[in-house]
């Protein structure tokens, strides 16, 4: 029988304590009408809560510009409306004894023209320039960027005056900040162009800023990854003193906490080593870091969206090793949960044969 012990020790981090090392990975539902999130969302957050998940993070949620959003029916964490109701969110989550973060997040020149709740906005870029190298917008200038950098930090300041315990920086998987880090798509000139150290820095500015709006003791999450969605064998850091550096300039401006997305948490990251990206990353910062990528199940999270495919689920005796070891120090899980509210409490409770294959269906189903 699998001893999943090492899951359910606490977790502390400034003001942030955990009862187990569980977080709900941020997944986009699309379930929040003209952005506002309404009661359906908050019973969905808190019935995971109740259910022994230490953290929740959210879903991504829009900062405040106009061409942030690709959908009015993913949620902003701006304007009065959905501001309230994100309140309800996190009132209904504390009120079962839960913690919560929300994801928060601009796509960039992932969203398609035309789209989201202000169809006729431009999109926001580093440089104007598409993963395939067309140029289609002007380059922003520094001044439209440190607007940019203003929004996330807006956003993370209303989250501490609504109540929510920290908050995370979506800066993974080819979106607004993953494309400033991504040489293809950021040919500036200025401070937030450049080497890899230097395109870094608008993450880090946003982490700095984000750290005047929310205090000394709130942690601030960052979400970063290798690989984009526009190109799976991407990678900023080929090496660990690349993966350093890299890691360094959001060390400096403070972040608390890395969460490392990997498509499947038991792959190594560099040639050896049996670390992982978040076994790396803690290595190399000294801080905590988040594993996540197809926990519980053995199949990819874009195998079973792209390609439809249902997935078996996976032993959890690596992931036990791992953690127990100190590798990472949170486990963030998706699918998972996403189907079946209760995955946690059964873990907890041994209760691992009631466990369940992954259905693709369950995305389009709210439980």
């Known amino acids: 029988m699998t001893d999943t012990s090492p899951l359910f020790k606490p977790f502390n981090c400034k003001n942030l304590t955990l009862p187990n090392r569980i977080v709900m990975a941020p997944m986009t539902r699309e379930r929040s009408p003209d952005g506002v999130p309404g009661p359906d969302v908050a019973a969905y957050y808190a019935r995971r809560a109740a259910a022994d998940v230490g953290l929740i993070i959210t879903e991504g949620t829009t900062i405040d ?82 607007d940019m950098i203003a ?63 929310v205090g000394p003791d709130v942690p601030i999450i960052l979400r970063w990854s290798q690989w984009k969605q526009q190109n799976y064998e991407s990678r900023l850091a080929n ?56 926990v519980g199940l053995s199949v990819d999270f874009i195998s079973t969206l792209v390609k439809q495919e249902s997935s078996a689920k996976r032993s959890l005796d690596d992931l036990m090793v791992r953690l127990d070891a100190g590798e990472f120090d949170l486990v963030a899980v998706g699918r998972a949960l996403l189907q079946d509210p209760l995955w946690a409490q059964k873990v907890k409770q041994g209760r691992m044969d009631e466990l369940e294959d992954y259905d693709p269906a369950a995305r389009s189903v709210y439980y």
């Open 65 to 146: 510009r106009d061409g942030a959003s690709s959908d009015p029916n993913i949620p902003n964490f701006h304007e009065a409306k959905a501001l309230i109701g994100w309140k309800n969110v996190a009132d209904e989550v504390h009120k079962v004894g839960g913690k919560i973060a929300p994801q928060l997040w601009h796509m960039g020149m992932m969203r398609k023209p035309g789209t989201g709740p202000n169809p006729e906005a431009s999109s926001d870029s580093p440089s104007g320039i598409t993963h395939t190298g067309k140029q289609v917008l002007p380059e922003p200038t520094t001044r439209d960027v440190e």
């Open 151 to 213: 929004a996330y930090a807006k956003a993370a300041g209303e989250a501490v005056k609504l109540g929510f315990d920290c908050v995370e920086i979506h800066g993974a998987h080819g979106y607004l900040v993953d494309q400033f880090f991504w040489d293809g798509m950021n040919q500036r000139s200025d401070k937030y162009g450049g080497g890899l150290l230097q395109r870094a820095q608008f993450g880090g500015d946003i982490i700095r800023e984000t750290r005047k709006a």
């Open 239 to 294: 090496t660990p003193e690349e993966l350093e550096n890299f890691l360094g300039v959001f060390v400096d401006a403070g972040v608390d906490i890395l969460h490392c997305s990997t498509r499947r948490f038991w792959e190594p990251e560099f040639e050896g080593s049996d670390l992982n990206l978040a076994g790396w990353a803690k290595k190399l910062t000294g801080l905590p870091t988040i594993a996540v990528g197809s």
